[in-house]
């Protein structure tokens, strides 16, 4: 264990930020979910469907910016700091690709989508009203959120949970007057949750072009550098980040497949799952932060030639994932109520006391998320392999956890928190597989080219 304060002090620093910033970015679709369920179940159900496509685009966007954080963090604990605006430049090209292809398939097809994911008609009506507005937030949100996770690379994290505190504030005052047509607003419902979330995220790529252009001193980003790069980087960063894309692309279709497992058990069991997931993005801010610091710290520790230090920084993450995974475990199970108190009275009491039992079944599973996640999206990610997620999660999730659950929905005929459970029990056994990979050593990797001369970073 590592045993020098001023460890535990920088680590913390950069963990907590990132997970406030974490905290602000759910807590908008987290709003969004209770204010329309003091409005409507059906709406927040509608809408809790829609945000399956929104975190899909989410987990790609983390896959194309996670490409230029670990090349970006190995880049900046060599000291050099000329390669990294031709990473971003790539990270945003592919992302923008991405975010592209997912707004056409939403404008041309929304209601075929939310077919797959929910058999019920007043649902899929509401999400429809919703799709037809917010998707065109998909290249915005994308761009803004590479550019901040490619700032991050290289210590910059608080202008990430300035954009965030930015964005929940204009999307609860709208939400506000859209949703219920306060203070002479009209009366919108799902289209005005939507409007406010599209106003949110212009102001985010409003703040982060201003700062990257006015307050950004040490890349000097500008957009000369990120539409004219250095092409040969097209390589490097293909190879680093095309297995996160592919296992962050797995892991949110598998989310949307899991959806609709349970959305076609009926519309109190996609109610109780809406507010089940949300409370646990919420809660669970402090393992996702700890996750990316511990990124950032790997590959810049890997990057600066000093793998001495990696056993001791190992050892002493890992007890530090099992803590925060304890303390976020216990804050779920023991919030569960309060969090369903916060819905009002719009939900069926079938739908509350599934909710309850399904925030009970979260609570069990963030502890292992706490630490394996961590260890592999954190550690061995940040440690150069980001090739071993894609493999494990491919055959966890598409050969265990969705035969068993669509089996248990449709032909055992489970209960839904039965159901639930084996959707979320990945959580758990990933320890293992996870466990091994990290004290095998074989994910320490340099993802940089050799060579030096260029501008020294602080």
């Given at each position: 264990?590592i045993r020098e ?7 913390f ?5 990132l ?7 759910f807590?908008?679709n987290?709003m ?16 809790s469907l829609?945000?399956q496509i ?8 983390t896959?194309?910016?996670e ?6 963090a ?11 605006p031709?990473?971003i ?5 592919f ?5 592209a ?7 041309l097809?929304?209601e075929?989508l ?5 058999g019920?008609e007043a ?6 009203q919703?799709?037809?507005?917010i ?5 915005i949100?994308t ?5 901040a996770?490619?700032?991050?690379s290289v ?9 965030a505190?930015s964005t ?7 939400n ?8 002479g607003?009209?009366e ?13 995220r212009?102001?985010?790529l409003?703040i ?6 006015c307050?950004e001193?040490?890349?000097?980003l ?12 097209i390589k490097?960063?293909s190879?680093v980040?095309?297995p ?11 989310q949307m497949v ?9 519309g109190d069991?996609?109610a ?5 997931v949300?409370a646990?993005?919420v809660l ?5 932060g700890?996750a990316?610091?511990?990124g950032?710290?790997?590959g810049?520790?890997i ?7 990696l ?7 890992q007890v ?8 976020s ?10 969090v369903?108190?916060a ?7 079938r ?18 998320t706490?630490y ?9 990610r ?5 090739g071993?997620?894609s493999r494990?999660?491919?055959v966890s ?5 969705v035969?068993?659950s669509a089996a248990?929905?449709?032909w055992w005929?489970w209960s839904p ?8 029990w990945?959580?758990l056994?990933?320890?293992i597989p996870v466990a091994?990979r990290l004290h ?6 340099n993802v ?11």
């Amino acid at each position: 264990m590592i045993r020098e304060k001023t460890f535990y002090r920088a680590f913390f620093t950069l963990a907590l930020s990132l997970a406030l910033q974490n905290l602000l970015t759910f807590g908008v679709n987290m709003m969004d979910t209770v204010m329309l369920g003091r409005y409507s179940q059906d709406a927040m159900s509608g809408v809790s469907l829609c945000n399956q496509i929104q975190f899909l685009l989410q987990m790609l966007v983390t896959g194309a910016g996670e490409g230029a954080v670990v090349l970006g963090a190995q880049y900046w604990g060599k000291g050099r700091l000329e390669p990294i605006p031709h990473i971003i430049g790539t990270a945003l090209r592919f992302g923008g690709v991405l975010a592209a292809v997912l707004f056409a398939a939403v404008l041309l097809v929304p209601e075929a989508l939310l077919s797959l994911l929910s058999g019920e008609e007043a649902v899929i009506a509401q999400g429809v009203q919703y799709f037809q507005i917010i998707c065109f937030t998909y290249v915005i949100f994308t761009v803004t959120n590479i550019l901040a996770a490619s700032l991050r690379s290289v210590g910059i994290v608080k202008i990430g949970y300035a954009i965030a505190l930015s964005t929940l504030c204009i999307n609860v005052f709208l939400n506000y007057l859209l949703i219920y047509g306060r203070l002479g607003f009209p009366e919108l419902g799902v289209r005005g949750a939507a409007i406010a979330t599209l106003v949110s995220r212009c102001v985010e790529l409003l703040i982060v072009v201003w700062f990257v252009k006015c307050r950004e001193k040490r890349l000097n980003l500008t957009l000369k550098k990120l539409l004219f790069i250095d092409k040969s980087y097209i390589k490097d960063y293909s190879r680093v980040s095309a297995p996160v894309l592919v296992n962050q692309a797995l892991w949110g279709v598998a989310q949307m497949v899991q959806t609709g497992i349970l959305g076609h058990l009926g519309g109190d069991v996609t109610a109780a799952n809406a507010i089940a997931v949300q409370a646990y993005q919420v809660l669970s801010v402090a393992a996702y932060g700890a996750a990316s610091a511990s990124g950032i710290v790997v590959g810049r520790t890997i990057g600066g030639g000093k793998r001495e230090a990696l056993r001791p920084l190992v050892a002493t993450l890992q007890v530090l994932f099992v803590g925060i995974g304890l303390l976020s475990g216990g804050a779920i199970f023991l919030l569960r109520r309060p969090v369903l108190a916060a819905f009002g009275g719009a939900l069926t009491p079938r739908a509350r006391e599934l909710a309850l039992r399904f925030m009970a079944v979260i609570a069990l599973t963030t502890v292992g998320t706490a630490y394996q996640m961590a260890c592999d999206n954190g550690i061995i990610r940040g440690g150069g392999d980001t090739g071993f997620s894609s493999r494990m999660n491919l055959v966890s999730m598409w050969g265990v956890v969705v035969p068993l659950s669509a089996a248990a929905a449709f032909w055992w005929e489970w209960s839904p928190a039965a159901v639930f459970f084996l959707l979320k029990w990945d959580q758990l056994y990933k320890i293992i597989p996870v466990a091994l990979r990290l004290h095998r050593w074989k994910w320490v990797k340099n993802v940089t080219r050799p060579g030096g001369g260029e501008e020294e970073a602080p």
